[in-house]
C-alpha cells in the first residue's frame, strides 16, 4: 500500500508493534499469531519533540496479510497520562530515539491532523481533503471516542468526528463513499461530511486511494441507538404484572401491554424505520439500482451456506439448527424473480444509529467487517438491512438477560418470554415504519427477511464466538427462537403505541 520514508527498517520498533499490536481492541487479528510484520509506509508529520509518523503495518497471519494504521508518536520523556498508550522505547537504530507511543490519545498531537484536511496537504503518499464548499476549524484538539468501536474516533470538541480506519482496505472506503454521496445529495439521515485522509495509490497498484479517516459533523447531544433501547427494555423487565384471579398466578404480559410500560420503544423503532426506508431511497438514487438476476439470488444462498457451513465448523452449538437455517436459504435461491438490488448499509444494527433533536441519524456505512472489501461494496437487498435492525431488536431484547449470570431459573424463564414480547412489539413497529415510508414491505418478503436474519445471526454467532464469547448466548438463543417461527414479524401487527393488537 503506497510508498514511503522514514524508519521503516528499525528492527526495534517492529518488535515492539509485534508485541503491542495483538492487545489494541482494534486488532482483527487476534485469533492467530502474527508470522511477519513490516512497516509498509512511514510518513513523518513532525519533527522535534514530540514527533509524529504515520505509519501502515503490513501484517502476515496464516498466508494473508492486512494492513493497519498507526499515529506513533515519538516523546524523550513521556507524561504520566500516556504511559497506558506506550508502545516501547526506541533506541535510535534509524535516528529515532524515545519512547513510542499511540498518538491518537495525545492531543497535542491530534490538532494538525485538521490543519492539514483544512489546507488540503499533500505530505509524501499522505493526501488530506477537505469536502468542496466546507470550511475546517483548526483550533480543537482530539481526543478518543469512549464508544464500543472496530476502529478509533477522535472528537473534536463538539464539532468534528474523526474515524481512524484501523484495519485498512484497498481502495475508496465504502463509509466514506456512501456518507460524501449522500452528504452531496442533501440527506438528513447522515452526519455531514466534512472532510477525509487518503494514501496515494502505491507504485504499480494503479487505481483508487485507499482511504484513512473520515472527518464528519459531530452528533452532539445525540442519544445512541442501543442505549436507548435498553433503557426501554429495563423499564418493561421491571414492570410489574397486573394481578391475577386471587389463586392463581399473575397474568401474563403481552407484547401489547410493552406499550403502555414507561419508556417505550415503539414509536422510536416506527421513526427508525421510516429513516431506513429515507436513507434507501437516497441510496437508489444515488448509486442506482440493478435487477439481481436467478443466478445472483443463487449465488447469495450458496454464500449464506458456506458461512454457516464455516462458522458451524467452529462453533459447535450452532450445528443443531443448521437444517432450519439451511431451508430458509433454499428458498432465496428458489425465488424465480428478479430482485432489485442496490448499495446499502451492509451491517445495520442499533449501534448504528443516533437519535438526534431532529431524528435518526444512521451511522459507519463500513459494512460487515468480516466480510471482504468487494462483497461490502456489492450491491444487495434493502431488506438485508431491515433483517439486521430486527436481529438488533432480539440483541437488545436478551442483553440483559445473558448478561446477569445470576438468575434464578424462574425469574430468567419470565424474562425471557418479556424479551420476546419487547422485540416483537420493536420489530413489528420497524417494519411498519419501513413500509409506510416507502420502502419494500417486510411482510410482504418474509421468506426473504428470515433468510437475511439467520445469515445475520450465523455471522453474529462467529463475531461473538471471536470477539465477545460470554455474548455467544444471545445470538444463539434468537437462533432457536427464529428457528421456531415463521415469519419476520410473528403474529403481532404494530397499529401505535397503546393499540392492543394481537391476531
Ligand atoms: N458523527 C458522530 N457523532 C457522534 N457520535 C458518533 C458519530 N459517529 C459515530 N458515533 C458514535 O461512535 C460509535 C462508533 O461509530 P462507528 O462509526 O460505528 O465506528 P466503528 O466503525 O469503528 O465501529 C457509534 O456507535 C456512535 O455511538
Ligand atoms: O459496529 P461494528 O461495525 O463494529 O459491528 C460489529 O460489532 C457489533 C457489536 O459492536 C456487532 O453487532 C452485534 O451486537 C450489537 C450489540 O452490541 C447488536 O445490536 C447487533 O444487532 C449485533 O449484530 C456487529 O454484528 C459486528 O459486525
Known amino acids: 500500500m503506497g510508498g514511503g520514508a522514514g524508519h521503516g527498517g ?23 499469531p502474527i508470522d511477519d510484520l513490516a512497516i509498509g509506509t512511514a510518513t513523518e508529520l513532525r519533527t522535534g519533540d514530540p514527533g509524529l509518523h504515520h505509519l501502515v503495518l503490513d501484517v502476515r497471519q496464516g498466508g494473508a496479510t492486512e494492513h493497519y494504521q498507526v499515529l506513533l508518536g515519538v516523546r524523550r520523556d513521556l507524561p504520566e497520562r500516556l504511559r497506558p498508550h506506550e508502545i516501547g522505547l526506541l533506541a535510535g537504530a534509524a535516528g529515532i530515539a524515545g519512547h513510542a507511543y499511540d498518538a491518537v490519545h495525545d492531543p497535542e498531537q491530534t490538532r494538525p491532523l485538521l490543519a492539514h484536511m483544512a489546507g488540503e496537504s499533500v505530505i509524501g503518499p499522505l493526501r488530506f481533503r477537505r469536502t468542496p464548499g466546507t470550511g475546517i476549524r483548526t483550533d480543537l484538539d482530539g481526543a478518543p471516542s469512549t464508544a464500543e468501536q472496530s476502529n478509533t474516533s477522535l472528537v473534536f470538541g463538539d464539532a468534528y468526528m474523526c474515524k481512524l480506519f484501523r484495519k485498512l482496505t484497498p481502495g475508496v472506503n465504502p463509509d466514506l463513499e456512501v456518507n460524501l454521496a449522500l452528504t452531496r445529495a442533501g440527506c438528513e439521515h447522515v452526519p455531514a461530511v466534512h472532510g477525509w485522509i487518503e494514501l496515494a495509490p502505491g507504485d504499480g497498484a494503479g487505481g483508487e486511494p485507499v482511504t484513512l479517516a473520515l472527518l464528519s459533523e459531530f452528533l452532539r447531544s445525540a442519544a445512541d441507538g442501543w442505549q436507548l433501547a435498553l433503557t426501554s427494555v429495563r423499564d418493561w423487565f421491571a414492570r410489574q404484572p397486573p394481578p391475577g384471579p386471587p389463586s392463581g398466578p399473575p397474568a401474563a404480559l403481552t407484547p401489547d401491554d410493552a406499550g403502555a410500560a414507561g419508556g417505550d420503544f415503539a414509536a422510536e423503532a416506527e421513526r427508525l424505520g421510516a429513516a431506513t426506508a429515507q436513507v434507501h431511497r437516497d441510496l437508489a438514487d444515488a448509486f442506482g439500482v440493478t435487477a439481481a438476476p436467478a443466478e445472483r439470488l443463487r449465488a447469495l444462498a450458496a454464500g449464506m451456506n458456506e458461512q454457516l457451513d464455516a462458522v458451524a465448523e467452529d462453533v459447535p452449538q450452532l450445528r443443531p439448527h443448521a437444517a432450519a437455517v439451511r431451508a430458509a436459504f433454499a428458498e432465496v435461491a428458489a425465488a424465480g424473480a428478479e430482485l432489485p438490488f442496490q448499495r446499502v448499509h451492509g451491517d445495520f444494527h442499533l449501534g448504528q444509529v443516533m437519535r438526534t433533536d431532529h431524528g435518526w441519524v444512521l451511522l459507519d456505512f463500513e459494512g460487515e467487517p468480516a466480510r471482504a472489501p468487494a462483497e461490502r461494496r456489492a450491491p444487495g437487498h434493502p431488506l438485508r438491512d431491515v433483517a439486521g435492525m430486527l436481529r438488533s431488536f432480539e440483541y437488545a431484547a436478551r442483553f440483559l438477560i445473558a448478561s446477569d449470570g445470576n438468575l434464578a431459573p424462574g425469574t430468567a424463564d419470565m424474562l425471557e418470554l418479556r424479551a420476546q414480547a419487547w422485540a416483537e412489539r420493536n420489530r413489528a413497529a ?12 417486510p411482510a410482504a418478503h418474509a421468506a426473504l427477511v428470515r433468510a437475511f436474519e439467520f445469515d445475520k445471526a450465523v455471522y453474529e454467532i462467529r463475531y461473538e464466538a471471536r470477539n465477545r464469547p460470554s455474548w455467544l448466548p444471545v445470538p444463539l438463543r434468537s437462533l432457536e427462537h427464529l428457528a421456531g417461527r415463521h415469519g419476520p414479524i410473528s403474529k403481532v401487527r404494530f ?3 397503546g393499540h392492543r393488537s394481537m391476531e
Request: aromatic share 14%; charged share 20%; net charge positive.
Open 10 to 32: 528499525d528492527p526495534s520498533l517492529v518488535r515492539l508493534l509485534a508485541g503491542w499490536l495483538p492487545r489494541q481492541r482494534w486488532f482483527g487479528g487476534k485469533d492467530a
Open 430 to 441: 420497524f417494519c411498519a415504519g419501513y413500509a409506510a415510508a416507502g420502502g419494500p414491505d
Open 495 to 497: 397499529r401505535g403505541p
